[in-house]
C-alpha cells in the first residue's frame, strides 16, 4: 500500500452538506415552545435561533447566534456526541429523524470560515491579564470567552502546533485537522496570542514566572496527558504493548507528512487487540482497521455499558471491527526472547465469560484512561490535588484552584470527558476568572491589599 493509499483511507467518513441540503434539513425543524435540544446542549447553544437563521438562508445570522455560546463550532458540529445529547432530545427523534443539529453547526461554522463573513467588535484589551496554559478544547475556550470580555490572553503550548486533543488524539477522518486550524485562526482573531514549543513546568517557566511577568490570573487546561498503564498483568511491558494515544498520536503525524510510515506502530495484515470500551478505543480500532490490520475490541464489560458512543460503535462495527465482551486481559505472553528488552508480544490471555483461553496477537493497544500530569503542580506552590492527581477547585469564584489567582477547568479537573463538557465547564470558569480579575484591580485601585 502506497503512502497516497494510506493517507487517503483517512478520509472525512461523513461528509458536509451543500447550501440546499443544509436548508433542507433545517426547515424541517418544529421550533418547539420548549426546545428540548437546548436542555440536552451542555453549552446551551439556541439551537432554534440558528436553525431557524439557516433556514431563511441567513448563514451569518445564524453564526452570530451561535458565537453567543460557542467558540469551536465546526469542531463541536463533527465530534459531540449529538445522539447523546441536542439531537438525542429532538422531539423527532422519537419518530426516528432527528434534526441532524451536529451537521447543520459545522456547515454553518465552515461557510462562516470559508466565506470570511464574520467581523466582530471586539473590546480593546484593558480589562486584564490572563495566561492560559494549554490549548485544547478547555483553553480554547476560556481564552476565547475572556478575549470577547476585553482581556489580553496569552496561550503558552508545549507542542509546536496549538490545538492539544482536537490536533493530536482525535483521528483525521472524525476531525480533519485543517478545521481545527481554521478554529484556532478564529481564536486567534479575537485577539489570543500564542506561545508554542512552551512547556510550562520546564525550562524555567513557572507560574510563578508567568505572575511576575505581570499576569492576573492563569488558567490550567493541561487536560490528561498521561495514559493509564494496565496494573498487575504480567506481561504488560513486552513489545508490541503500547498506549493507543501513541499510534492515534503518530498516526495523526503521518497523515501531516511529519513522520514516515515506518514511524507508525502497526504493520498491515498484523492482528491487533485494543483494550477499553470509550471513544479513544473506538478511534485507536478504526485507526487500526485503516492501516490494514486484523481489529479485535478487548472490552471487560457488555456492548450496553460501553462509553464508547454509540455512532463510534456502529461505524466500526461496519468497517470491520470486532468486538468480545466481558473479557479480560490477564497476561501478555512473549515470544521467548531470551534479551527480555527485545522480548515481543506473541499471544494474550484472556478471560472471558467461557473460562480462560490463548489468542495470538501481534499488537496491543491500551485505551483504560488516562490522568494529569503533575508537572505544573510540582513546581507551583499551594495548588492542592486529590488522592489521583486531579486539580481541586472552588465554586467561587469558579474554576479557582487553593491557590489565589490560579483557575483549573476541563479534564485536568473533572476527569477525562467529551469536548463539549471540557467547553461547558471552562465557560463556567470564565466568568469566574473576569470576576476574579475585576475584583483584585477594584482593590488595587481602592489602595487595599488582594485577599
Request: aromatic content about 6%; overall charge neutral; proline content about 5%.
Amino acid at each position: 500500500m502506497s503512502n497516497n493509499e494510506e493517507t487517503n483511507n483517512f478520509q472525512v467518513v461523513h461528509h458536509a452538506y451543500s447550501p440546499l441540503e443544509a436548508i433542507t434539513e433545517a426547515k424541517r425543524c418544529l421550533h418547539c415552545r420548549v426546545p428540548q435540544c437546548v436542555k440536552g446542549c451542555p453549552i446551551g447553544n439556541h439551537i432554534p435561533d440558528f436553525i431557524h437563521e439557516l433556514s431563511k438562508g441567513n448563514i451569518g445570522s445564524a453564526m452570530a447566534v451561535i458565537n453567543e455560546t460557542s467558540n469551536l463550532p465546526a469542531i463541536c458540529g463533527r465530534v459531540c456526541p449529538h445522539e447523546k445529547q441536542c439531537q438525542g432530545h429532538c422531539i423527532l427523534a422519537k419518530k426516528g429523524k432527528p434534526i441532524k443539529i451536529g451537521r447543520l453547526e459545522a456547515f454553518i461554522a465552515d461557510f462562516d470560515t470559508d466565506m470570511n463573513l464574520t467581523r466582530e467588535m471586539i473590546p480593546q484589551k484593558t480589562r486584564g491579564r490572563v495566561a492560559v496554559i494549554g490549548s485544547g478544547p478547555a483553553g480554547l475556550t476560556v481564552a476565547g470567552d475572556l478575549a470577547r470580555k476585553g482581556f489580553a490572553v496569552t496561550i503558552f503550548e508545549g507542542q509546536e502546533e496549538p490545538g492539544g486533543v482536537l490536533m493530536y488524539g482525535i483521528p483525521e477522518y472524525r476531525l480533519p485537522k485543517d478545521v481545527v486550524r481554521k478554529e484556532i485562526a478564529k481564536i486567534q482573531a479575537l485577539g489570543v496570542d500564542f506561545k508554542l514549543n512552551c512547556l510550562v513546568g520546564r525550562n524555567g517557566v513557572t507560574v510563578d514566572s508567568i505572575f511576575a511577568d505581570g499576569y492576573d490570573a492563569i488558567f490550567m487546561g493541561t487536560g490528561t496527558a498521561l495514559p493509564q498503564e494496565l496494573k498487575g498483568v504480567p506481561g504488560a511491558t513486552l513489545h508490541g504493548v503500547s498506549q493507543s494515544t501513541d499510534l492515534l498520536h503518530n498516526v495523526n503525524a503521518f497523515n501531516e507528512g511529519a513522520i514516515g510510515r515506518e514511524m507508525v506502530p502497526l504493520r498491515e495484515g498484523e492482528k491487533v487487540g485494543v483494550i477499553g470500551g470509550g471513544n479513544v478505543a473506538m478511534d485507536a480500532a478504526r485507526t487500526a482497521i485503516r492501516l490494514g490490520a486484523d481489529v479485535t475490541v478487548i472490552y471487560r464489560k457488555t456492548q450496553e455499558e460501553m462509553p464508547a458512543i454509540e455512532s463510534e460503535y456502529n461505524d466500526a462495527v461496519k468497517e470491520g471491527v470486532k468486538f468480545v465482551w466481558q473479557t479480560n486481559a490477564v497476561e501478555f505472553i512473549g515470544d521467548g526472547n531470551k534479551n527480555k528488552k527485545e522480548e515481543r508480544l506473541k499471544a494474550v490471555r484472556l478471560a472471558g465469560p467461557d473460562g480462560e483461553h490463548v489468542e495470538p496477537y501481534d499488537r496491543i493497544f491500551l485505551a483504560i484512561g488516562s490522568r494529569p500530569a503533575s508537572r505544573i503542580v510540582s513546581t507551583t506552590n499551594g495548588i492542592d490535588v486529590d488522592e489521583k492527581g486531579y486539580v481541586i477547585v472552588k465554586d467561587r469564584p469558579c474554576g479557582m484552584t487553593t491557590r489565589p489567582g490560579v483557575f483549573a477547568g476541563g479534564d485536568v479537573v473533572h476527569r477525562p470527558q467529551t469536548v463539549v463538557l471540557a467547553m461547558k465547564a471552562a465557560q463556567m470558569v470564565a466568568e469566574g476568572i473576569a470576576q476574579y480579575v475585576d475584583a483584585i484591580k477594584l482593590l488595587r485601585d481602592i489602595g487595599m491589599k488582594e485577599i
